[in-house]
């Protein structure tokens, strides 16, 4: 575990180093990285092969975080971008279009721009005034012909750079759309129409809340609602995580079970696949489908699957297939709570007092927020205190929201509206419960900055080294206890 580890902060710590070099081809450093990967893995065993795997993943982040960078500088549409060129664009969108009231825009992947290829490259596509609903109103995979403007990404639209767009296109005319051609979005299209066709007989509030627990939508959930979220710490519950992942193979699992090992992999990597373009391919849905898969290949092969090995490697070939995930508020959160579950859900349940069910929950608990604690910090500043007993009563929840949401979803998005409103109640009964206990803890104004959580994590240190070595003192007393003992008796003895 030491190796893959030390294998991963060296290539964060080349990607860091590349951001600071800048854009680049960088193609004799990726050349030299991959020689040195491979000498490393032929020599692996001998002495100075982990110090040739590192050097190596260091100069690979760089190189491949340089050509990240180089890649949104120079483009097929950099000419037009410079000179703000109108023209007609082929897009296909990649995510479900969003924004304010007035506005609307989504990531699209360019095909052609005035009849030019080009290259496929990412740009924001904004749209406004009349053209709002012929765009709001699309989903991500349908393909769109509009006229309108490149011009370079500005003001806030500039964090869509690290999401590979080059530009922005802003719509003066959607001339024609129509319906995703690749084959996954248009069966994962269907399916999430028929999820959120289920749910319209709930309420617009649960109904909303409902669409961000099982697909991330959260585009019609009231700005206050999201906002208590936010201040009770519960605000992961609106974006699909790892824990949708597992609740999604759950689903399936008792079909799978009937098939054979290597069918149970396919079918498997299908459902992955199809939920994961379902839910938009979120960088926390990315991670954990990816461990997922992983999973099952290591059964697939009869190979055991460390949990923690394989978050490592699920990290590693995500950062490497993508360095600008590394500046995913989700992507590191998602990883946070997972390596904080990982390492440490086992040794804080087994020093709790309580009933099995209860320490189980409040160590997982517990662990995914101390896993998630740096990230919040460096981003919005404070760590509200309620977070902790605020997921701990929410969880018996979110498992059979999830799960029981999906498949009456499902069912009555296929069967009718009549269906769906029995199915529903029990998901509505679970909302109002999430929502109450999310509008209760937001009223807690207590929550920590930097420096207390820095002391809080000192004292919390000082007080596991206290315990430890209090622990073996009295172990050494006891036992130094039992040998005077032994030797008392052997000296009375006749």
């Not at 999430?192 to 809340?209: C, E, K, M, S």
């Not at 209760?440 to 007080?463: E, M, Y």
Request: proline fraction near 5%; aromatic fraction near 6%; include cysteine.
């Amino acid at each position: 575990m030491k190796v893959p580890l030390g294998l991963i902060i060296a290539l964060v710590a080349g990607i860091m180093l590349g951001d600071a070099r800048g854009g680049g081809s960088a193609s004799l450093v990726l050349a030299g990285a991959l020689v040195g990967l491979g000498v490393a893995f032929v020599g692996r065993g001998r002495r100075g092969a982990v110090a040739c795997a590192v050097v190596a993943m260091v100069a690979l982040g760089a190189a491949l975080e340089q050509r990240a960078l180089h890649g949104l500088a120079s483009s097929p549409l950099t000419a037009d971008v410079d000179r703000h060129a109108s023209g007609e664009a082929v897009v296909t969108l990649t995510e479900d279009p969003d924004g304010p009231r007035y506005q609307s825009s989504a990531i699209a992947r360019v095909e052609s721009f005035n009849g030019r290829d080009a290259g496929g490259r990412s740009v924001l596509v904004i749209a406004s005034g009349d053209n709002l609903s012929a765009l709001s109103t699309l989903d991500a995979g349908d393909r769109v012909r509009a006229r309108g403007t490149l011009a370079p990404l500005s003001g806030y639209a500039t964090r869509n750079r690290w999401r590979h767009a080059v530009a922005q296109f802003r719509v003066s005319d959607v001339v024609a759309a129509a319906g995703p051609t690749d084959p996954w979005f248009q069966l994962a299209n269907v399916a999430r129409r028929a999820v959120l066709r289920g749910t319209t007989v709930l309420p617009a509030t649960p109904r909303a809340l409902l669409s961000g627990f099982l697909l991330g939508d959260t585009r019609s959930i009231p700005d206050p609602l999201v906002q208590d979220f936010r201040d009770a710490g519960l605000s992961h519950l609106l974006a699909v995580s790892g824990a949708n992942v597992a609740f999604a193979l759950a689903v399936v699992e008792p079909a799978l079970r009937r098939l054979r090992r290597g069918s149970r992999f396919a079918a498997g990597v299908g459902v992955l696949v199809l939920f994961g373009t379902m839910t938009r391919w979120e960088p926390s849905v990315l991670r954990a489908a990816v461990m997922a898969g992983l999973v099952m290949l290591a059964r697939a092969v009869g190979r055991p699957a460390d949990a923690k090995r394989v978050l490592v490697l699920a990290m590693t070939g995500l950062l490497i297939a993508d360095p600008f995930l590394l500046r995913s508020i989700g992507f590191l959160l998602s990883c946070g709570a997972c390596a904080g579950i990982v390492t440490g859900s086992s040794a804080i349940a087994a020093r709790l007092r309580g009933p099995p069910w209860f320490r189980e929950a409040l160590g997982v608990t517990t662990a995914a927020q101390i896993g998630v604690a740096p990230v919040l910090l460096a981003t919005f500043g404070t760590l509200p205190l309620v977070a902790l007993p605020a997921n701990l009563v929410a969880a018996p929840f979110v498992g059979p929201l999830t799960v029981w949401g999906l498949v009456a979803g499902l069912v009555g998005g296929v069967l009718g509206s009549r269906v769906a409103f029995w199915l529903q109640l029990p998901s509505l009964s679970m909302l109002r419960a999430i929502e109450w206990i999310a509008h209760t803890s937001a009223k807690v104004p207590v929550a920590i900055n930097g420096p207390w959580a820095a002391a809080l994590g000192v004292v919390a240190g000082l007080i596991v080294v206290g315990t430890r070595m209090w622990r073996r003192r009295a172990g050494r007393i006891a036992h130094r206890g039992r040998r005077v003992s032994r030797e008392g008796q052997r000296s009375a003895a006749p």
